[in-house]
Structures are given as structure tokens and as C-alpha cells.
């Protein structure tokens, strides 16, 4: 059974690590840093089978307009089983009173989030600068 929380309390270096390789996220190549970013996020929603941790999004928040979604991942053996729409949803209900949600989508995940409530905003691009 899955059970589902916004508690960090036990999230572990070890567990956080395990769950971005089995999507083989970069990330997860930085465990210290991953661990302290997670730790950090405004809140964090979990999925967990006994004491795995089987998904996870963590968000950041200035706490009164705006809110971004980071990190949204499911451990692909529990793929489609509704895991990351359940954290998704909790992720939606807690922040429901924000003005703007923001997440950036990998192309084959945009219609996950679509059904979820998101679209594709017109008028911008999502830029970045990675390590120097």
C-alpha cells in the first residue's frame, strides 16, 4: 500500500539518491547537494512503499505569489499506478492560493501536466545557466 506525506522527516540522503537513478536523473550524481535541496524546498510531497521511497516533488515558494514545481518524479517500477498525480494534487491543493505555478516539462511529460491543469505559457521561455 501507498502511503503519501509532506513530512521530511524520514527522508534520507540514501533514499533520495536511489529514487533519481532509477530515472537516471543527473541530479542524482550530486547526492550532498540533491539531499540539501530537498531538505530546503518550502514543502516536499512523498510517496512511499513500507520504507521506500517510490516519488516525490518538492517545491519553491516565496511564500505569497508564486510557486515552482522542481522536481516531480515517480520510480518507474510504480509508473502509471497514479503516484505522481497523487503528489501532484497535493502539490496543487497546498499551493491552490497561489497566483502562478510554475514547472518546466520534460516533451514527453507535457501531457501529464496538461491534464493536471497546466499549459504551455505563450509569451515566455523557460532560460537557464547551469555551473560555471
Do not use: C
Not at 512511499?48 to 505569497?64: F, I, K, P, R, T
Request: no cysteine; hydrophobic share 40%.
Amino acid at each position: 500500500m501507498i502511503t503519501y506525506t509532506f513530512e521530511k522527516a524520514g527522508l534520507t540522503k540514501e533514499g533520495i539518491e536511489r529514487l533519481f537513478h532509477s530515472v537516471d536523473w543527473e541530479s542524482a550524481s550530486y547526492p550532498e547537494d540533491l539531499y540539501l535541496a530537498i531538505m530546503n524546498s518550502h514543502s516536499v510531497a512523498t510517496a512511499w512503499d513500507g520504507d521506500q521511497l517510490v516519488g516525490l516533488a518538492n517545491a519553491l515558494s516565496d511564500d505569497s505569489m508564486a510557486v515552482y514545481f522542481h522536481y516531480v518524479l515517480t520510480d518507474p517500477a510504480y509508473q502509471g499506478s497514479g503516484i505522481g498525480k497523487t503528489i501532484m494534487n497535493m502539490m496543487l491543493d497546498r499551493y491552490e492560493e497561489m497566483h502562478t505555478k510554475v514547472l518546466v516539462s520534460y516533451p514527453k511529460a507535457v501531457g501529464f501536466y496538461e491534464s493536471l491543469g497546466f499549459e504551455p505559457e505563450q509569451t515566455s521561455t523557460p532560460m537557464y545557466v547551469f555551473s560555471r
